[in-house]
């Protein structure tokens, strides 16, 4: 059987017993209260009759200090494009099952593929398309709330938005003490550990997902870039070993715990060295 990253299948395992619930240290409570902050703000403009494309239109509009950032907006997002936009609030079982404390995001959502992909050249010129856009709060300097969270711009689906609730309870995102370079990939793996193995039970598809070519060169050459450069035969040497030590792990705690262990950890050697 042809192996990939040192699996050849997937290796199912028996749920083991779930620990109690009780609220993380690491859970970062200002992040949650201000994204709390954020939903009732908007929730409250739909109610007022505000649709959620114009509402968006003004975060950039009154948000965003930099000029040529608002005209490269304002090119594509006529009146007409914000009818195509929606907000919803939604909830991370996942991601609340972690972090011991209900997790849920507002998010807007946009329908129209074509508009979505002209909303992410202005956000990202030059990357490659993605499900979803994120604008960091330091965007939103003037803006209390926003200026935590950022804003999160995505196509409507499912797995991908699970995935992006997901990193944004990380205790390593959005702080100074963010992870470097290939060291990124612990995030990529929390990201989607839930969908792949705890629903899918397919470890081979997470170590796909993480090793793949995009990943490496965000992580090693791109915005993540290391001090510290691999090859590529480097990374998916790298990827396959950190996700058998989460398989390993995981047949001595819960899913959950092994979640917590890749969340907590800054570095990849961090994350390895716990047994």
């Not at 109690?20 to 992040?31: A, D, F, G, R, T």
């Not at 209900?102 to 998010?107: A, L, T």
């Not at 992580?219 to 480097?234: C, D, M, Q, V, W």
């Amino acid at each position: 059987m042809t192996k990939f990253l040192g699996f050849d299948q997937p290796l199912r395992i028996p749920s083991l017993p779930q620990e109690k619930k009780s609220i993380q240290p690491w859970v970062n409570e200002l992040y949650e209260a201000a994204a709390e902050k954020v939903i009732q703000e908007v929730t409250a403009a739909m109610k007022d009759g505000k649709n959620a494309g114009t509402y968006l239109g003004n975060l950039i509009e009154y948000g965003t200090p930099h000029p040529i950032f608002k005209n490269r907006f304002d090119a594509v997002f006529s009146a007409e494009a914000r009818k195509k936009i929606r907000y919803v609030v939604q909830e991370s079982a996942s991601a609340s099952e972690v972090a011991g404390r209900k997790i849920k995001r507002g998010i807007f959502i946009v329908d129209d593929d074509e508009l979505y992909q002209k909303l992410h050249h202005v956000f990202s010129p030059g990357s490659s398309p993605s499900h979803g856009v994120y604008i960091t709060g330091s965007g939103f300097s003037y803006l209390p709330g926003w200026r935590e969270t950022g804003v999160l711009i995505m196509k409507n689906q499912s797995d991908a938005i699970d995935h992006e609730i997901r990193h944004s309870i990380d205790p390593h995102e959005n702080t100074f003490a963010k992870r470097e370079g290939y060291h990124q990939l612990l995030a990529e793996l929390f990201a989607e550990y839930h969908h792949l193995v705890v629903q899918e039970k397919d470890w081979m598809e997470l170590a796909k997902f993480v090793a793949n070519e995009g990943y490496y060169e965000e992580f090693t050459h791109g915005k993540y870039k290391s001090e510290r450069p691999i090859n590529l035969e480097a990374w998916w040497k790298l990827v396959g070993s950190m996700v058998r030590h989460a398989r390993d792990l995981s047949k001595k705690y819960t899913h959950v715990e092994v979640q917590r262990m890749i969340l907590t950890a800054k570095t990849n050697e961090e994350f390895l060295a716990k047994k």
